[in-house]
């Protein structure tokens, strides 16, 4: 593990080689003051994790998420890539864990046959967006017919995005957005990132034990860098607007996401679901890998 204050690099949800969102790790940040944090975002480019003794009750550990330009409340990609890492060094030995961070408490548990660790994200909070806001999103996305076609609604687990449903997976990567008119449109939406999203086509079926895959791109409000390699939250918020509250019966969702940027990504979201079979919202999970020097 490295030293106080110094960062590990792992890629999360890795799809393929080369894939996954990237994830520097600093897995001791006690001393560190904020304006540190931020500069070790800064430096590497990418949404960044601090490990920190929790102070609030019950937790086992804080995480602190920083971006390029700012502090996030929680970052899916980074909980989950911290408790592997963790897990890898022997700091993290239980079943399962409480993580704090500045959006609440979040569950993790992990799974031993395969590796991997599932967080918690709360039921989806949804609303369709009216059509004046579908106008603005098509004219930064550049969708023809001012968005008309197009179904947008912002859905929120931890941050608010804004799911655009795509007819198919090429017009999907074949977006080119305004990115200088990114963060007002943001700003006029109450959104953090716009999340357009299509069904995999048939012959791209989802590997157990997802049941259904869709392909989606993430456009951030203003993080620093123009496009996000897999968003946990935006993947989670989508799973919960497509399930419908449908609690265990929700179908278990792979949301392949950075094929336009060359970096392959997978997430799965699955139900989350009480002992006496309330709806609590998901978990979701993916493969982690130690970056490549």
């Not at 929120?156 to 305004?178: N, Q």
């Not at 123009?226 to 609690?247: K, M």
């Amino acid at each position: 593990m490295p030293a106080r204050g110094r960062a590990a690099l792992i890629d999360v949800f890795v799809r393929a080689p080369g894939g996954g969102n990237p994830v520097p790790l600093v897995a001791d940040a006690q001393g560190m003051s904020e304006a540190e944090m931020q500069q070790v975002a800064a430096r590497h480019g990418h949404e960044s994790a601090f490990v920190l003794p929790p102070s609030a009750e019950g937790a086992d550990l804080r995480l602190r998420f920083f971006v390029p330009r700012h502090e996030m409340e929680m970052c899916g990609h980074a909980t989950v890539g911290a408790l592997w890492a963790l897990r890898q060094w022997g700091r993290w030995t239980t079943p399962a864990a409480r993580v704090e961070t500045l959006s609440g408490i979040v569950a993790a548990r992990w799974d031993e046959a395969a590796q991997r660790v599932w967080i918690s994200q709360p039921p989806v909070q949804a609303s369709a967006l009216d059509a004046a806001r579908r106008r603005a999103v098509a004219a930064v996305l550049g969708l023809p017919g001012e968005g008309g076609g197009h179904a947008m609604t912002n859905a929120c687990t931890s941050r608010v995005k804004t799911l655009v449903a795509m007819p198919d997976v090429a017009a999907l990567a074949a977006l080119r957005p305004d990115f200088a008119r990114m963060a007002a449109l943001c700003d006029a939406i109450g959104s953090t990132g716009l999340y357009p999203y299509a069904d995999a086509a048939t012959d791209d079926p989802p590997a157990p034990p997802a049941t259904r895959a869709v392909h989606a791109r993430q456009f951030p409000r203003a993080s620093g860098y123009p496009e996000d390699a897999a968003t946990g939250i935006a993947a989670a918020a989508l799973w919960g607007h497509l399930a419908g509250y449908a609690g265990g019966s929700a179908p278990v969702l792979a949301v392949r996401q950075g094929e336009t940027m060359g970096r392959p990504s997978e997430i799965l979201v699955a139900p989350r679901v009480a002992a006496d079979g309330t709806a609590q919202g998901c978990w979701l999970t993916g493969a982690v890998h130690w970056s490549q020097p």
